[in-house]
């Protein structure tokens, strides 16, 4: 063995050796009795390379993996790649397309998704040597990717079936429409920035009866309506009446309504009805049969007729306010803290449009088809939504942490249909027909001629909400759904609890009856030491790779896992790896001094016995170190069982009874037994610490001397430390 461990010579041709040896499939390993134990990666966007808190949660999976098929299980971890339809389509338009000078609609659709194919293909490969760098135990041979063909052909069959349930409608509704991206992007998609606006308090004209207030004065030329509270005495005496008139060049006919969602202490406490470019006015607008009145188009430009046409909002918005002070109409003007909705992947200002999409019904009744979920009848009339709170509420899924239940029951509380469509060329395209009048709903298209695709795709939340059974082969009745399915972890950021773990939910209820997982593990974000998110484009080192050369996978892998609790943040810093480069080390010389006093031929089948207090003090100390690591694990305290495992092999075993050990070994009385003490502590922390620190502990594995019976805990032939029994 070398003076010090060095992994740059070693983790490639580890990493070999367990790929070689077929043990990620667990239809090779040799307990074929096991319980099937699964983890489904959750797949990154294929639209770069991956970064610290893409090696968190590779690192967390692959001990929960390592940890379970060292304990007999038939461990199943499938990888995969998510195609990212927004953020790969925008990227390739920003970063290829504007270098020549062209758009999606000068190359057209084939030649736009051969080039993001093209550029698909070369990042996924990147991402995928990344995932082996990292040590990923994953199965290779079951690799998946959203927008493969197997997966298109469960996106078809998932559309068409909850199409015949009734859950998929085609409606004419206000919709996020993103006027930079060109398409819809679902409520889970908008972020929210916080910044000054404007609050004008105004009249529509002078013998208006009713002021209004608005940050938006530009969209009023579209309104239909003004709301006031049932209750509001100052009101009540114009509800119903009609008014005509004429606003910045624009006449409108404008109803009084009462109406319970008006808050009658705030503002005027009377709203502007505006049914065309808010979901909340046009919710008021069909209580009372109101008409609506479009007047922003997709570019988010005026189409009213009169001086406003064809401005941006931001030139209307200003031409307004300057109208209504020539007319004296403006009764106030005050700064306040507005939210702005901004599209995610492309910062583009969100405008609320009417148009003709397909929605998912959440609140729909429908008998399910089949169900294995507790509490739910086969052919019972459900919602979506109760679908979602149910399995959850019963504790057939689990979410860790706790806490986090609440912040899952109260989004579907509040959940409203799920617009599925996006006016996007890469992706899932929608599976429907259509010929003049008549559309066609089905997997496979037409054979007549005439008919037309719908050019629209689906959101890609559609097919990874398919991902724990359109990657174990549904929807074909294949061996691995069988087995493998449902699912035992589902391992993923906090942040994506809404956007992915509960349309997950929603999917699997619907279309397979069971639940997709037993538990829902959320990770924290990875943090630098100012506490802000670690990102690539900070160049703050983020790349798993350049930290791997420079400190080793296991040291990574050691430090982001040591202080990070289910759902909170962690801190990554060099300094903090770099501690965990000098365990590993620590751990490579306890094990140079272990097998240097000569271990062939020692026996450690059985535990051995205490002769000295020192000797009684460590196995007692190793044995209460396995119950406690095998604990941690079983209630997801990653965090503990690395520190519980620092403590033990660093002070407990190095520290204390490897000094102690120095005297013993001169003692021809103990030498013997210590020398057996010695190595069973080694292989047994080796095998206890194997799960998170892979590379070191296999390569030291690799200098036990052979032993000709495989049952003993010496390195058999043929053997990997990869799939020895766990200690417990």
Known sequence: ?????????????????????????????????????????????????????????????????????????????????????????????????????????????????????????????????????????????????????????????????LYDLGLIQRDFRIVNWDPKGQTTISDDEIV??????????????????????????????????VAVHPDDARYQKFVGKEYDLTFCGTPLHITIVADDSVEKDFGTGAVGVTPAHSMTDAEIAKRHNLRWSQVIDERARMTVAGPLQGKKVAEAREDVVAWLKTEELLEKEETITHNIATAERTGGVIEPLPKLQWFIRVNQSFKIPHSAIQGIATNQEVTLKQLMQHVVDSEQINIVPNRFKNNYFHWIDNLRDWCISRQIWYGHRIPVWYKGEEFYCDINPPKDEGWEQDPDTLDTWFSSGLWTFSTLGWPDETKDLKTY???????????????????????????????????????????????????????????????????????????????????????????????????????????????????????????????????????????????????????????????????????????????????????????ENTKKILLYCLSTTLKLLHPFMPFVTEVIYREFPLSQNPSTSLRAEKKILMIEKWPL
């Open 192 to 225: 929210y920035k916080e910044q000054p606006a404007n609050l004008y308090t105004f009249k529509y004209s002078k013998d208006f009866p009713i002021a209004i207030a608005t940050t938006r004065p530009e969209t009023k030329v579209g309104d239909v309506a």
């Open 1 to 161: 063995m070398e003076k010090t461990y060095d992994p740059n010579l070693h983790e490639k041709e580890i990493y070999k050796l367990w790929e070689e040896s077929g043990y990620f499939n667990p239809d090779n390993l040799p307990n074929q009795s096991g319980t099937p134990y699964t983890i489904i990666m959750p797949p990154p966007n294929a639209t770069g390379i991956l970064h610290a808190g893409h090696a968190l949660f590779l690192t967390i999976e692959d001990i929960f993996i390592r940890w379970r098929r060292m304990q007999g299980y038939r461990a199943l971890w499938i990888p995969g790649t998510d195609h990212a339809a927004i953020a790969t389509q925008t990227r390739v338009e920003k970063e290829i397309l504007k270098k020549e000078d062209k758009n999606r609609y000068d190359l057209g659709r084939d030649e736009l998704l051969r080039r993001i194919d093209m550029f698909v293909a070369e990042h996924r490969a990147i991402m995928t040597g990344q995932m082996r760098a990292m040590g990923s135990s994953c199965d290779w041979s079951r690799e998946a990717f959203t927008l493969d063909e197997k997966r298109n052909h469960a996106v078809n069959e998932a559309f068409k079936r």
């Open 485 to 671: 399915h449902p699912t035992d972890v589902m391992e993923t950021a906090y942040e994506i609890l809404f956007f992915w773990v509960a349309r997950m939910i929603l999917m699997t209820t619907a279309l397979v009856g069971e639940i997709p997982f037993k538990t829902v593990y959320l990770h924290g974000l990875v943090r630098d030491e100012k506490r802000q998110k670690l990102s690539k484009s900070k160049a703050d080192s983020a790349d798993p790779l350049d930290l791997i050369e420079k400190f080793g996978a296991d040291a990574l892998r050691f430090a982001l896992v040591f202080n990070s609790a289910p759902g909170t943040d962690s801190i990554l810093s060099e300094d903090k790896i770099k501690g965990m480069k000098h365990f590993a080390n620590k751990l490579w010389n306890i094990a140079r001094f272990v097998l240097s006093n000569g271990v062939e031929g020692v026996d450690i089948t059985t535990k051995p016995e205490g002769i000295t207090d020192a000797d009684k003090n460590i196995l007692n100390g190793l044995e209460e170190t396995i119950l406690k690591t095998t604990k941690y694990l079983d209630t997801f305290q990653l965090h503990e069982a690395a520190q519980e495992l620092y403590q033990f092999t660093w002070h407990t075993l190095a520290d204390i009874y490897i000094e102690a050990s120095k005297s013993q070994l001169q003692d021809e009385t103990q030498k």
